[in-house]
């Protein structure tokens, strides 16, 4: 479009400029503050993290729900992606639309909305009790099983939104050609399917993982100060103890366990192809 | 054309700016709670006294706390209201100043025990609350402490988290009721431990308890009585308790900050806020429990407040000292034995 590459890198200086200071800058200083004991560089802060029992705990429970969401949503949004494309284009768009009214409506009313849903007199324990599958309501809330809940409803319209993307990009005599040549559905999914909509599964992916690890609200509400994960521990050792150096070491790891993920899911579906 | 205009508007807005400049500012740092009803009885009634502006910050008590030491040379707010161990804190890290209390017209009207808390008149109480705990009397009795661990509350209770200003005042409770009141709060912190799975949750917020009673997710919880209101609407039957071992509570204090650019206008608020009228107002809205001992009230409003001077004489406050250099160790220890 510009005739000269100087003029086009100078006119994205400024924005550039300031995405640096703005942006850039204090997360290093943020991150720095970390890896600081006394004026010194060190891992200190990191050693005595990862050697207190809680900090393990609260570092393994966020990974597992964060993986436990992403593959249930991966799932069921599979699931849901594949009904919606074979829909007429208008009844697709209604679908999309209901899929995608969550995402405006606030997590925090969201979150409180499942409160009311699973909590002792709330729908869910109701059925069960009338049901009989249970005599006394149970005790769901501030669990790891509600902010599994909590996760998995708030970021599943995003995966189902990149798989439906994805699948509409695939061709779809694709299906009917492996099921004339005698595939089963499992195997129609997982040599077709799967491998030509690997891109909205590693967008989809990288969204809900990394917003499992770093929703806040959600494990706040849900879990309480009984079930912490590294978000709501970060807030704790920031407003309680004014610790920012564990503060630093937790944004770190969370930094960390991003790009790893989205590498990983990256370097997975790239897998694929070379075979 | 547009010169003009743009030189007139540049004109107006300094002179409005200026204008502003004129008026006296005094900067107030509070709880977050009840701020609609606050503005209504105590700010906008002494902002047309003062003929000043009353600049309101909220926050819990660390971060104002940090603003307060990060702006120390230069200090942004006035007055402050804290938690007796804050006040101690502050003291103890240069960040306030001895109140002069023949400025205060009010003074001698306060309680004994709010008149100089923490010693050196480096605060003075504004108001009092008891915790005990609230329960649902058609479901279960409590007559001590110990009934939060009974068997029939297992799984229907909740408990604050030591980081809560209720923390450690239930806990100190606890420890006098086990026979073991040791300041590190050992024993009683190792039977929560023990119990951990039958609470349901280690609540942060007092307003997170209005909610979980409502749906009957809980029928017990050590809250302070300033929450009282929003139980005693509820249309489920719940009572006070008045444990064997004694409620305990707590003072929260005015402090003046060193360096404070408005102080005449500070006294003058102090002064206002601890007189018999708005100590009354803020007792007849249910907010605050007042210190001034002049202040009369209905039975019916006096009864949701920590209200009369035997009441007050009887709480069982943990020592300021105690909490302050404990803290650490009371978190260190929560998290390890209770954290999850």
Known sequence: MFQNRAESLALTLPAALFAAVVFIVPVLILLSEGLRTGGSWSLAHYASFFSTPLNLTVFIRTLKLGVLVTVAAAVIGYAAALCIVNLSSRNRGRMVGLIVLPLMISPVARTYAWIVIL???????????????TDAPLRILFSETAIFIGLLQLFMPLMIISLVSALENMPRDAISAARVLGANWLQVFWKVILPLTKEGLVIGGTLVFTGSLTAYITPAILGGSKVLMLETLLYQRVTIANDFASASVIAMILIVMSFSANLLLKRLATARAKR | MKKILLASSTALLLVASSAQAQERKLVISVYGFAQDAFKTILYDPFEAKCGCKVVVETGNSVERLAKLEANKENPVIDMAVVATPDALAATRANLIEPIDVSKLSNYEKLYDIAKDPIGGHMSVGYTFYATSIVYRSDKVTINSWNDLFSKELAGHVAFPNVTTNQGPPTLYMIGK??????????????????HKDDFVTFYV??????QLMQ???????????????GFAKMDLPIKWATPKEGQTGGMNVMILVKGAKNKDLAYQFMDFWLSTEIQTKLA??????PANKEVKLPAAVAE??????????????????AILDNRESWLSQWNAKVGQ
Do not use: H
């Not at chain 2, 917020?205 to 209005?210: E, G, Y």
């Not at chain 2, 029928?219 to 009282?228: C, D, S």
């Open chain 1, 119 to 133: 909590g002792r007199t709330g729908i869910v324990n109701q059925a069960l009790t009338s049901v009989g599958l």
């Open chain 2, 177 to 194: 009721a086990m026979g073991k009141n040791t300041p590190d709060l050992k024993a009683p912190i190792e039977k929560v431990a023990e």
């Open chain 2, 205 to 210: 917020r007092s307003s997170q308890l209005t």
């Open chain 2, 215 to 229: 749906q009957e997710e809980i029928w017990a919880a050590p809250i302070g009585r300033f929450a009282w209101e």
């Open chain 2, 284 to 289: 007849e809205r249910l907010i605050d429990s």
């Open chain 2, 304 to 321: 949701n407040l920590t209200y009369g001077e035997d009441l007050v004489k009887s709480l069982d406050l943990q020592p300021a000292e």
